[in-house]
Every structure is written in structure tokens, then in C-alpha cells.
């Protein structure tokens, strides 16, 4: 296997805050690699560092073995990396298929119009309620169909790499079960490698190979998902005290 | 037939204010500025399309025809115009848009306030008038109705750019990339849209159909003025507040109505008062509607 993207010694500061401290990361072709950790850890700092949305103040970013540090941020797309971020971010005055459309603007070099409308089918089938509201405004959609519409947008593009923050962040138990069974999908039926950040550590921990802790801008932790998922420290810390999350999963 | 005359009028001042308002909100757009300096690119593309004329003893309109002359006095004032707005975007509000919006808009008047001086250095302060020659001064009666060619000229132009701006920005993959960037550059940049591009068309467009607005209304009314660009620019920013900003139908709306209201205020009413009504409509929008009358059609949803 070879690896897909590197992080090494990143840092990066907002003001005087160290947001990211040193953080060195690998995933490789093929992986699911879960960030897993508390609020205001730094887990979407570091992809939006990725991404090039937050510069860095030092350390480098490598994808497919290249420097992303001489990467204008809007070429990322066209290279196959894409980021869903936190909070979904849809165009909410534009339609769901402008939002789609939009999805493979970075890609446009890359793809032929009939791939794009290929992937376009395979999303609807994916997510059936993005075909039926396709000419509805973004704004309008209920917060889980805007995850979708988010994740349809971030796949549209045919991406090596997928960014997701936080996809399941703010929906019901039964949305949240829907998205990350995409998420299992989009990694079967599409072989894309996900970097997958989250605060649902254990149905991250089910889906990821590999598994990273952030704690307030430092990995801690870091080991095959099996193995972080039975650590009496990850147990206590992100696993151990959702007793309601249980009697849920119960039901 | 009186009312129906004074309606042309009305359109034809609303498509000036109209192709105005459009870089006013293209440019708020994308960018939150109020470009202030907006109403002198209309005057300066004014006096460039004057100057075009008069060259040479008119020697356009002699080499190319009265039409042929008039073409290409609007189309040098497009691109100059056009020009002039990207060089503005590069030397006024590119080095201080990460300081904020105030310094943008305080850059935005010192633009205006030297356009308007060089305007009045190279073209002298007193009014100059386009040459009755350069333009199509007869009128055709479509039974009552009384109509000047120059009107339907306008008229026809006016409407078939805003058409073209309409489908460009509505209905391509490149529209939608500049409704994204205007709504959200960072998740644009994301999806891999370049937004300086888009800023750089954004600034050349809007000042270029600015320069063209101009170059007609020094047509219509053949006076020009230095000065010129304060009134229109304060009128046309009332129009893209009245039809809701950020908006390209909307600009082009509130532009039109605009210029309706004001003609009829001024035929049915006073023509002394006719400012007066344009600023009680801005007055009036921003205490009742202040998101103009089709603003942002639904609420973010968070």
C-alpha cells in the first residue's frame, strides 16, 4: 500500500493560540482513518490545513507524494481531494443540483460530462431524496438531507481522497446510522480513502482501519481501530460513559 | 398615449440606473463592498465614448457610419471601462481587503473622489456636449405614440445585455460559480472554483456595462458632466437596494422601477421633487423592506 497523504510535524496557530501542535499523520490508498477527539481538539483544523482553507505556520502536507505547500487551494479539487466540512455548507440560494453540478467544478478538466452525470445517477441512489428534491432550494432541506447533499457534492468529483468533518454532527440516531452506511459504501463501491473526523467515536472506530486521538492539538493515541476500540484510556475518555447511547443502540 | 410616453422615458432612465445597479451588486456580491467609486466609471466611461466620437472631427462616424460610430464608442468604453475596474480591484481593494470592510469603503471613496478630479483634469470642468452629428436625433409616431430612435436603441441594448448577464450568471456552470463565491468563497475554493478569477470578472464586467450606461446616456442627453457620476451612482444605489443587493434580477428590477417612478413623479407631480422621490423610496425600503423587494428568498439554515 502506498501512502495517500502525510502530515508531518504540522502546526498551526490562530493568533497566539497553538491550534495544532506537531501533529504527524499518514493514510494510506484504500484506508478509512478516523480523528477522533473532544471539541476544540483541533480535528477540523486539520483538515481545513489539508484543504489550505488555514495556512501553516510550519511542518509539511504531502498527497500522492507532493509538496501540497505549492498547491493554490482551489486546485486541490482537481488533484481528487475533497472536503466535506463541519456544518454541511450548502449553497443554500442555489438548487440541490446546482449544488451537485458545482461539486464537479474543480474536476471539470479531469471528467467528461457523462462520467459527471454517472456519478450524479449513483448519488441519487445513494441518497433517493436529493433525486426527489433536485429543483428545491438547498436552504429548504431538513439538516440531515443538507448532509447529504453535502456528502453528493463532495463525491460528485470522482475524489482519491475524502475529507468528512463531522457528518454526523447534530441528526437523529436514525440519520446518523444512514450516513455512516454510506460512508461504508462510498468506500466499497467507489475504493475512495476517507479521512474521517468525528465525536461519535464509536461508529468511527467501527468503520475506520486506523485510528488517531486529538487532544487539545496533540495526537495522544494512534493504533489499528480494533485495537484503540478495546484501550482502557479511549474506553473511559470517548467510549466508556454513553450508558444512553447503549440503551439506544439496545433497541 | 401621454402615459404611455412617459413609461418609455421611465424605462429608459431605469436601464440606465439598472446596468448600473448590476455592478453595484455584483460587486457587493462577492466582495461586501459598496464600490462608491462605481457611479464615476459610468461618468468616465461617459466622456471615453465622448471622446471617441469628437476624435479626429468624427472621424468614426465617418470612416464606420453614424451606427458604426456609435458601436464602437460603446465598445471601447466597454472594455476601458472594464479595464479600469480590474485595475481598481488591484491597486485600491486587493491590498486592503483582509483589513476589513471599513478601509475598503474608505478606499472605495478616495477611488471615487479621484476618478472625478481626473476626469475634471483631463476634460476640463464645464459640461461637454456629444455632437448632434454622432447620434440619430429623429423620432418615429407609432400612431400617438412619439418615440426617438436613440430610445429604442437603449431601449433594445439595455434589455439584451441584461439578458445575456441574466442567463451567464443564472443558467452556466460559471454562474453558479460566482453565486457560490458570492454566498460562500471558502467552500467555493473548496469545490475548486478560483475565486480571483472570479473577482477579476467580477470587476471587469461590472464597470464595463457601467461604461457603456454611460456612454448612452451621454447619447440621450448629449450633456455630460464630471459631476454626473454622484447623482447616477447615489440612484442607481438606491435601485439595487430597492430591488434587494446581491441580486442580479433584482438590480435589474429595481433599476426599471426606478426609473418608472421618477418619471411618472416628475410628469404627474413636480419634476423639482423628482430626486426627492428616489430618496424617499431608499428611506422607505430601508425602514420597511430593508432587503429590497425580492431579497434573500429563504432563511439560512444553520
Redesign the interface.
Known amino acids: 500500500m502506498s501512502e495517500l497523504l502525510v502530515l508531518e510535524n504540522v502546526v498551526v496557530t490562530y493568533g497566539a493560540v497553538q491550534a495544532l501542535k506537531d501533529v504527524s499523520l499518514k493514510l494510506y490508498e484504500g484506508q478509512i482513518v478516523a480523528v477522533l477527539g473532544a471539541n476544540g481538539a483541533g480535528k477540523s483544523t486539520m483538515l481545513k490545513s489539508i484543504s489550505k482553507i488555514v495556512p501553516l505556520q510550519s511542518g509539511k502536507i504531502y498527497y500522492k507524494g507532493k509538496d501540497l505547500s505549492l498547491v493554490p487551494a482551489h486546485e486541490l479539487a482537481s488533484l481528487g481531494i475533497s472536503h466535506v466540512p463541519e456544518g454541511r455548507r450548502v449553497f443554500s440560494t442555489l438548487t440541490v443540483e446546482e449544488n451537485l453540478n458545482l461539486g464537479a467544478y474543480g474536476g471539470r478538466e479531469r471528467l467528461s460530462q457523462k462520467e459527471v452525470e454517472a456519478e450524479k445517477q449513483w448519488i441519487f441512489e445513494l441518497f433517493p431524496v436529493l433525486l426527489e428534491r433536485k429543483n428545491q432550494l438547498a436552504g429548504t432541506l431538513s439538516g440531515g438531507e443538507q448532509q447529504m447533499l453535502a456528502l453528493g457534492r463532495g463525491l460528485i468529483s470522482k475524489p482519491t481522497l475524502l475529507l468528512l468533518d463531522e457528518p454526523s454532527l447534530g441528526l437523529a440516531p436514525i440519520l446518523v446510522k444512514e450516513i455512516f452506511n454510506a460512508i461504508r459504501k462510498i468506500h466499497e463501491e467507489r475504493g475512495v480513502s476517507i479521512l474521517l473526523v468525528e465525536q461519535n467515536a464509536k461508529k468511527a472506530l467501527a468503520e475506520a482501519h486506523y485510528a488517531y486521538i486529538l487532544e487539545t492539538g496533540k495526537i495522544s493515541i494512534e493504533g489499528p481501530s480494533s485495537q484503540l476500540a478495546n484501550d482502557d484510556r479511549v474506553k473511559a475518555a470517548y467510549l466508556g460513559g454513553s450508558a444512553l447511547e447503549k440503551k439506544f443502540e439496545n433497541k | 398615449m401621454i402615459i404611455l410616453e412617459q413609461l418609455l422615458n421611465g424605462l429608459t432612465i431605469g436601464s440606465f440606473y439598472a446596468l448600473i445597479a448590476l455592478g453595484y451588486s455584483m460587486v457587493y456580491g462577492v466582495m461586501k463592498l459598496i464600490n462608491f467609486a462605481h457611479g464615476d466609471l459610468f461618468a468616465l466611461g461617459s466622456y471615453l465614448g465622448y471622446s471617441l466620437l469628437i476624435w479626429g472631427a468624427g472621424a468614426a462616424s465617418q470612416r464606420f457610419g453614424l451606427w458604426g460610430g456609435m458601436i464602437a464608442a460603446l465598445l471601447f468604453s466597454f472594455f476601458a471601462v472594464g479595464c479600469a475596474g480590474v485595475l481598481m480591484e488591484r491597486v485600491a481593494y486587493r491590498p486592503v481587503q483582509k483589513s476589513g470592510r471599513l478601509p475598503l469603503v474608505v478606499s472605495a471613496l478616495g477611488v471615487s473622489i479621484f476618478l472625478q478630479n481626473s476626469i475634471m483634469a483631463i476634460w476640463g470642468p464645464r459640461y461637454q456636449a456629444y455632437p448632434a452629428s454622432v447620434v440619430p436625433t429623429h423620432a418615429i409616431h407609432l400612431g400617438w405614440l412619439h418615440v426617438t430612435i436613440m430610445q429604442l436603441f437603449i431601449l433594445i441594448l439595455s434589455f439584451m445585455l441584461m439578458l445575456t448577464l441574466y442567463y451567464i450568471v443564472q443558467k452556466t456552470?460559471f454562474g453558479?460559480?460566482i453565486?457560490?463565491t458570492a454566498?460562500?468563497r471558502?467552500?467555493?475554493?473548496?469545490?475548486?472554483?478560483?475565486?480571483r478569477k472570479i473577482t477579476l470578472f467580477i470587476f471587469f464586467l461590472g464597470p464595463a456595462l457601467g461604461g457603456v450606461a454611460g456612454v448612452m446616456n451621454g447619447m440621450y442627453y448629449r450633456q455630460i458632466s464630471f459631476v454626473m457620476g454622484w447623482n447616477y451612482g447615489l440612484k442607481a444605489f438606491t435601485a439595487t437596494i430597492l430591488g434587494g443587493i446581491g441580486n442580479i434580477p433584482a438590480a435589474m428590477l429595481g433599476g426599471l422601477l426606478l426609473g418608472i417612478v421618477e418619471m411618472f413623479g416628475a410628469a404627474y407631480i413636480s419634476s423639482a421633487w423628482k430626486d426627492v422621490f428616489t430618496f424617499l423610496i431608499l428611506i422607505i425600503i430601508l425602514i420597511f423592506r430593508p432587503t429590497g423587494l425580492i431579497g434573500?428568498?429563504?432563511?439560512?439554515?444553520?
Do not use: F, P, S, Y
Open positions: 456552470t453558479a460559480a453565486r457560490a454566498l460562500d471558502e467552500m467555493a475554493t473548496i469545490l475548486g472554483v478560483d475565486v434573500e428568498k429563504v432563511a439560512e439554515k444553520v
